[in-house]
Nanobody
Framework: QVQLVESGGGLVQAGESVTLSCLASADIKIQTTVGWFRQAPGKQRELVAHITRVGSKIYADSVRGRSTISREDAKNTVYLHIDKLKPEDTAIYYC???????????WGRGTQVTVSS
């Protein structure tokens, strides 16, 4: 069982940036794909970015062009950097390891990002 711990969120102003970290309790370099999700109040959890084992990066329309996902396998950590934050980016952000594009492990507690206008 892999445990995932997200961090880096907080209260930020619109237009600022944030870098989120996802620390896995196991060796992630043998995993295939790691994804960042978010869940806004009253909405379903959505996948916003994922990175494959070979480094391919895919983004949802909502964050494409202002986000960067990266991985540091030696630290079992995956990052999500978002620029030009908008109030609609307000959500709890989660990470998970994906198998066939489905989350594989229990969700962590997530990290709250709140963007004020």
């Amino acid at each position: 069982q892999v445990q995932l711990v997200e961090s880096g969120g907080g209260l930020v102003q619109a237009g600022e940036s944030v870098t989120l970290s996802c620390l896995a309790s196991a060796d992630i370099k043998i995993q295939t794909t790691v994804g960042w999700f978010r869940q806004a109040p009253g909405k379903q959890r959505e996948l916003v970015a994922h990175i494959t084992r070979v480094g391919s990066k895919i983004y949802a329309d909502s964050v494409r062009g202002r986000s960067t996902i990266s991985r540091e396998d030696a630290k079992n950590t995956v990052y999500l950097h978002i620029d030009k934050l908008k109030p609609e980016d307000t959500a709890i952000y989660y990470c998970n390891i994906l198998y066939a594009m489905e989350p594989r492990y229990p969700w962590g507690r997530g990290t709250q990002v709140t963007v004020s206008s």
